[in-house]
């Protein structure tokens, strides 16, 4: 049983009738509360980027539209499940449900306050705490987008094989520097419980890890996870002007819902796991009532996550979609290279405080000599064959608009 009350408490003294009845509702709760929040989530984002168009939005099922997602829901159950001829039947089913899954079980391991005494049990308001929750969370963020791109492939279409093509380069390429930014929170921290990360940013706002480990590590965070949900301005693997509808193109009824609200469900996730890591997860000032401490850090948690949701909708209302060949440099050459040399400054200051400034100063130097110097190795390299012929037409990075001759006119 020793792995259990590494998991929760609750088993530190056996499994009895009373644990295994707290641990039911924590999870009933939990799936409840993010069922809850997706549809919440939904309305919420209609109605913020309708009033930024100066719209109304949905307001005509229940009262300001509140049942309206519930409606949709109800209408995508009722059509009809379509299957096209030529797909691969038993993963086309699969796949929807390998991006549902983990989002749930990643927001399973997310405190979202702190810890209750229920029949003389410690109960903590978190459904699992695993040793390694962080690992757990890098993983299942892994596969979700295997449910992408067997969705993609598995529709026997030429548009979802090419969107899942982009999804897998996507992974690829904003998961290195994902994971960098979570293993220099883990120096920080010295540990990879999600439950511990929380606790040390528990002494004030000083102490969270958006001020404590600097801007840039948090940045990096959002910008992978914002490309790792698909969501814009990186949705190029649903970009509907150049795929149709990109990898759910031949979804219907039912299965097409379970992506729609797995894209909601992952957002509200991964707002929750932004919050944890870095805005001190449900820390905050808490009056001195005695009766009523336990309600106030379920509320900064939640005020908190629906803050930095309204942040994902802002970027979709005013943040034009950037092209593949954008999406790819910002990973590639931007990110991972960031990433990196700051993973590098903080376990310099972390191993020898005296020398970590210049720690710092000599790999933010190196970092800008050589991201500068391959720069300019592009544009050297590009020489004339990087000209366009066609005047208009946007060029690529190190491409430069030239004027058609009168033969070429001809």
Known sequence: MSWLASVDPLFAHGVTWVVLLIVAIKVIAGFSMLMGGVI???????????????????QRWGPFGLLQTLADGIKLILKEDLIPAEADRFVF????????????????????????????HPVMLQVVNPPMGILLMLAMSGISVYGVMLAGWASGSKYPLLSAVRASAQ?????????????????????L??????????GGIWHWNIIRLGFVPFAVFVIAITAELNRPPFDVVEAESELVGGFHTEYSSFRFAIFFL?????????????????LGGPAGWIPNVSHLRWVFPIAWFLVKTVGFAFCYIWFRASLPRFRYDQLMDLGWKRLIPLSLGWMLIVAGFLVAKGWGFMMAAAVLLAWTVLSRAFDLGQTRESGVDAVLPVVGERPLPGQVLRSMTDEEEG
């Not at 992974?171 to 540990?191: F, K, N, P, Q």
């Not at 419980?193 to 528990?202: E, F, K, M, P, R």
């Not at 797995?262 to 870095?278: G, R």
């Open 93 to 120: 089913k699969l796949a929807p449900y390998l991006v549902l899954l983990p989002a749930l079980v990643t927001f399973a391991i997310i405190p979202i306050g702190g810890t209750l005494t229920i029949a003389g």
């Open 40 to 58: 919440l989530m939904i309305w919420f984002e209609r109605k913020a980027i309708s009033d930024m168009q100066s719209r109304i939005g949905p």
């Open 262 to 278: 797995a894209e909601y469900m992952n957002t509200i996730t991964m707002s929750a796991i932004i919050v944890t890591l870095f």
């Open 193 to 202: 419980s999600v439950h511990n990360i929380v606790a040390a940013q528990a």
């Open 171 to 191: 992974m690829i390429s904003y998961e290195a520097a994902l994971g960098m930014t979570i293993v220099t929170i883990v120096l920080a921290t010295g540990s």
